[in-house]
């Protein structure tokens, strides 16, 4: 949604040495997109093991708390990469960014992903065995993973689609 405010903002941004400097430096863009995919995959691969095992379709015979225990530590430390590349990336490039509509899908699909992701590392520190007590809340946590692997998919796509869509 492009807004007169963030456009200023982002023609600002543009202007700024460090916006100016990833604009010029040939080796910059790739070398930031480069680390931002590497650190795309690390999470989405502990975000997929984690909900292949909330499917009950790998890792059975390991507790849902010690699968999501070895890979949420992946996740959480990948993220600020995540955030510090993709901020990087943004400063480069503002208005293809901030004004486009699908960088916001993607923004407002990550936040969900985090939400989500917090609620189920919350509920397995509070009972190790939460998600497998019972039937209701493993028939929940295969809808949560579903709505997990939805939003993974819509962030990689939206990723994709955001060189596409700049108007």
């Known amino acids: 949604m492009r807004t007169k405010p963030l ?49 009950n379709l790998c890792n059975a015979d390991q507790t849902t708390a010690s699968i999501f225990s070895r890979f949420v530590k992946v996740i959480w430390w990948a993220l600020p990469i ?16 901030l004004a486009n509509d699908v960088f916001q899908l993607k923004m407002l699909l990550l936040i969900g992903v985090v939400i989500l992701t917090m609620v189920l590392h919350k509920r397995l520190g509070d009972d190790e065995l939460f998600w497998e007590s019972s039937a209701a809340r493993q028939m929940t946590a295969r809808t949560l993973a579903l709505v997990s692997m939805g939003c993974w998919l819509g962030i990689i796509c939206a990723g994709r689609w955001i060189a596409y869509t700049y108007t």
């Open 7 to 55: 456009e200023d903002f982002c023609v600002w941004l543009e202007q700024t040495p460090l916006s100016e400097g990833i604009q010029q430096t040939l080796w910059v863009v790739p070398a930031i997109q480069t680390v931002h995919i590497l650190a795309v995959a690390a999470v989405l691969i502990s975000a997929l093991m984690i909900n292949l095992r909330l499917l």
């Open 82 to 97: 995540l955030l510090l590349s993709g901020a990087l990336l943004i400063v480069g490039e503002p208005a293809r960014s």
